[in-house]
């Protein structure tokens, strides 16, 4: 089922859905399972299954210069994908990105997905390389989230990238993007943010999810700015239930979101960890009712592998 059809279906009758990474090369896929199950008793309508793209590690050589290697540490979405769609009966959502992909790979892991009846992407561009400040393209890749978009669409329509192919099939692909509540990183505003983002929903990504938010007056801002740019989509909440003390500092710099006074103080008073994931689960709690209060009828859940606080948010709220 397409997720904008998941969508429409939980209105009235909200749902979550979370996110789960690719294990570590070398780990079994049970440990995913193991965050899965617990989670399972709500009925999630769908998971999300992150990529990770390559990193280069440089390995000292006997002459003092340094061997550059390609790794990749979380390999493994598209099997993960298939693996809960298989296990589970419940849709899968790979996400695909632009970096580190030719167009050929692209189109080569959309025809991957298509065969094992996998019919939700989210379309990213992915972060820059790992000690590379910004982000560059294969070079036969694409530089921006709207391009991947326009390739799965054309897909969409039949159109590979060998144009002497007759009679091909067309793909089916409901298609997710980002937005960003307090605008990408790298956007001079969030007016400009918006802009390309209403590019990516022309060019037919047919819902949105959104990047974490703490306060959920961010998440109530944007929409109505997006509603007042013309973006009609669907724009499912991102939420992520803070869980540690290192997270008030973390959060900001790896996702450049701001945490809310309220919040920090309360955090910084917490004698550990378990504390602060407790004062995590309560405040994730409490924007998620507001959020269905308001109408929301599919929230999304970081859950960055671990499960366990999800599933006391989900108990509380669902
Ligand atoms: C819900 C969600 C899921 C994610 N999942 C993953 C994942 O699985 N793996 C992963 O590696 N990362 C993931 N990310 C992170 C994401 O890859 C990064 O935030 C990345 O830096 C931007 O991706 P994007 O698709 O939003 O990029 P884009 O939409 O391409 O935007 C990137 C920047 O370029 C600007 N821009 C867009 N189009 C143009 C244009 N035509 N000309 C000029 N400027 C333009 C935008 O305003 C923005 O500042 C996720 C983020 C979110 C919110």
């Known amino acids: 089922m397409k997720v904008t059809d998941h969508i429409a279906k939980a209105q009235g009758n909200p749902q979550f859905t979370f996110e789960i990474l690719p294990p570590l ?9 193991e965050s899965i ?5 709500f009925k999630p309508p769908f998971i999300d299954v992150t990529y990770h793209r390559e990193e280069y590690i440089y390995i000292p ?3 003092g210069l340094l061997k550059r290697q ?7 979405t598209v099997g993960i994908c298939a693996a809960i769609q298989n296990k589970y009966q419940v849709d899968a959502i790979p996400h695909i990105l632009c970096g580190g992909f030719t167009k050929e790979d692209t189109e080569n892991f959309l025809i991957d997905l298509d065969f094992l009846e996998i019919d939700n992407v989210v379309a990213l561009r992915g972060d820059a390389v790992k000690n590379e400040t910004y982000f560059s393209p294969e070079k036969d890749g694409h530089t921006y989230a709207v391009d991947l978009v326009k390739q799965i669409d054309q897909l ?3 159109s590979y990238l060998d144009v002497e192919l007759q009679n091909s099939a067309c793909t089916d692909f409901c298609i997710g993007v980002a937005g960003y509540p307090e605008k990408h990183m790298e956007a001079p505003n969030l007016e400009s943010d918006l802009h390309f983002l209403k590019k990516k929903v022309e060019a037919g990504a047919q819902y949105i999810v959104t990047q974490m938010f703490f306060d959920n007056e961010k998440y109530f801002d944007f929409v ?14 991102g939420l992520k239930p803070l869980a540690t003390k290192k997270q008030l500092n973390l959060i900001p710099h790896r996702f450049h979101v701001d945490l809310p006074e309220a919040l920090i103080k309360e ?3 917490c004698k550990d960890n378990a504390a602060v994931r407790q004062l995590g689960i309560e405040w994730c709690s409490a924007q998620s009712k507001e959020l269905l209060d308001h109408g929301v009828p599919v929230l999304h859940y970081y859950s960055m592998g671990k499960s366990d ?4 948010i989900a108990k509380r709220v669902f």
Request: aromatic share 2%; charged share 30%; hydrophobic share 40%.
């Open 25 to 33: 090369k070398g780990q079994s896929i049970d440990a995913i399972f």
């Open 37 to 41: 199950d617990p989670l399972m008793e």
């Open 61 to 63: 050589l006997e002459d």
């Open 70 to 76: 390609v790794v990749k540490k979380r390999p493994g």
């Open 156 to 158: 969409n329509h039949g």
């Open 224 to 237: 109505k700015r997006c509603r007042a740019a013309g973006i009609e989509v669907p724009i499912i909440p």
């Open 267 to 269: 955090a910084i008073k």
């Open 309 to 312: 606080n999800i599933r006391q």
